[in-house]
């Protein structure tokens, strides 16, 4: 197979010097584009414009493309998906900003655009940060691919220790239909320490159906590539 895997975060420029980001390292994406590849697979990596990158990089085995913003990140994929067309599936890992900085205003009611190559001057005591908010990139996917059959995978991360909030998360992303595969995992799982432990993630069909736990990072690689394999064998017979 050809997957295009993102991973990751944006960047939200607030002005020349400042931004607004996430948690995400890309640890994961690293690590699941170096599995797929060792497996034989075609590996693209799109990835944050600081996140971790897996050590094959060097000898040219994993194909990379680098984003930086919430635009770019969805412009890059459109393009990719629009113009190759060998790509069968999608795992979309990128933490994505709900958010865009858009205007400035100051105490005294000037109000002036986000994302400037200047530096925000320090002198008032309080600012206004007005925001956009941002469609999601996962529901467009399929559209990029222009009706092609592909694959896609979707990732949730919550930060709660309500099951009924993780429920409900989950589900608002099936309900759209936009998923083959949804994958959740919450903060309070997942390991402070750069190894595979204590990395408990869930995977879901499209209906909503659990598929599998997996307690590492290496058994959800293994895992999600099963289930991949599964829908590429129904898909390409």
């Known amino acids: 197979m050809k997957i295009l ?3 990751g975060g944006t960047e939200e420029p607030l002005d020349g010097v400042r931004y607004i980001t996430n948690f995400s390292t890309g640890r994961t994406g ?37 984003y930086r913003t919430f635009s770019d990140l969805d412009a890059q994929l459109q393009r990719t998906l629009e113009s190759d067309r060998d790509i069968t599936a999608v795992i979309h890992l990128a933490a994505v900003s709900d958010y865009t900085p858009e205007t400035f205003e100051t105490p005294d009611g000037k109000i002036f655009p ?14 206004i940060v007005h925001f956009r908010r941002n469609y999601k990139i996962l529901s467009k996917i399929r559209g ?21 909030e993780k429920i409900a998360a989950i589900q608002k992303i099936l309900q759209d239909k936009t998923c083959d595969l949804l994958v959740h995992n919450d903060l309070n ?11 408990t993630a869930a995977i879901y069909s499209a209906n909503g159906d ?5 307690q590492t990072k290496q058994q959800l690689f293994e895992q999600l590539y099963t ?8 898909f390409y017979p």
């Open 189 to 199: 799982e997942i390991g402070k320490a750069s190894d595979d432990l204590h990395h």
């Open 30 to 66: 690293a690590g699941l584009a170096e599995y797929l590849t060792a497996l034989g697979n075609d590996v693209m990596l799109l990835h944050g414009y600081h996140a971790v990158l897996p050590p094959h990089i060097q000898n040219g085995t994993i194909e990379t493309l680098r």
């Open 144 to 164: 990029y691919a222009q009706g092609r059959a592909i694959i896609l995978t979707g990732f949730k991360l919550t930060n709660t220790s309500d099951p009924n």
């Open 227 to 234: 289930h991949i394999c599964h829908l590429h064998r129904r």
């Open 5 to 7: 895997i993102t991973s």
């Open 210 to 214: 659990p598929l599998s736990l997996t």
């Open 114 to 127: 986000a994302g400037g190559q200047g530096k925000i001057s320090s002198s008032a005591k309080t600012m």
